[in-house]
């Protein structure tokens, strides 16, 4: 199957990675608009840790989509 967006997709995609991402999203979206709403350091770190976790599970989904595989976890580089 050829997707417009991410070309040619390879297997099926598990509910759980979809899922991940979309949590992942939600807190994202939530801890931003705590930030907007108060301005608070806190509250902007929290967002961007979030923002972090979101786009690896992003990253981890959009993955499985185009090699029908789960990523591979890269090792310590420096152990």
């Known amino acids: 199957m050829t997707d417009p967006v991410l070309g040619p997709v390879k297997g099926d995609v598990t509910a759980e990675c979809v899922l991940t991402a979309l949590a992942a999203g939600r807190a994202m979206r939530k801890y931003q608009k705590e ?45």
Do not use: C, K, M
Not at 37 to 64: G, Y
């Open 35 to 79: 930030y907007f709403a108060t301005r608070q350091q806190a509250a902007l770190d929290a967002s961007r840790v979030a923002e972090r976790a979101f786009d690896e599970a992003l990253a981890n989904a959009l993955w499985w989509i185009r090699h029908g595989e789960p990523r591979p976890v890269q090792g310590e580089l420096f152990a």
